[in-house]
């Protein structure tokens, strides 16, 4: 009889500890590659959430990873000699709704049919990581 009610107690916390946590689940879109050829990269990245979760974004931070976390994908990391932007676009109620990426030179590597970027996303119910591959239109293989 101690036990079952040992049970219930604990069921009971489990229960609303788990009631008072607060997720947002995100997912992000295809990255939608806006540039030309031979010019600075431009592309953009779709936030998808439910309408409900989307204010539980408000604090989103977006950064390129560090070279530990390309070392850890065994992908090859854009040259960092060039800059690269990562915008977070809002809308007018201060929610996030867009990723855009922009360099003042073109990014991707001439060598290489294909380049990957790692993004990090971090806000105060989370995070994720998600790896995006480009094709290079211009490379001179």
């Known amino acids: 009889m101690q036990e079952l009610r040992s049970l219930k107690v604990l069921l009971f916390l ?44 408000v604090d989103l931070r977006v950064v390129m990873a560090d070279d530990v976390t390309y070392n850890q994908y065994g992908i090859k990391r854009p040259d960092q000699t060039i800059p690269i932007t990562i915008l977070v676009k809002k809308d007018e109620m201060g929610v996030p709704t ?24 971090k806000w105060s119910a989370g995070s994720m990581e998600r790896v995006y591959t480009i094709l290079n239109t211009n490379a001179k293989l």
């Not at 294909?114 to 990090?120: A, E, G, R, S, V």
């Open 14 to 57: 489990i229960f609303a500890l788990s009631s008072l946590s607060s997720s947002v689940a995100l997912t992000l879109s295809n990255i939608k590659t806006l540039s030309d050829i031979d010019s600075p990269y431009h592309g953009v990245i779709t936030l998808i959430s439910e309408d409900k979760e989307l204010p539980g974004l």
């Open 98 to 121: 867009q990723i855009d990426i922009e360099s003042k030179k073109d990014i991707i590597s001439p060598d290489q049919l294909f380049n990957d970027l790692i993004l990090q996303l």
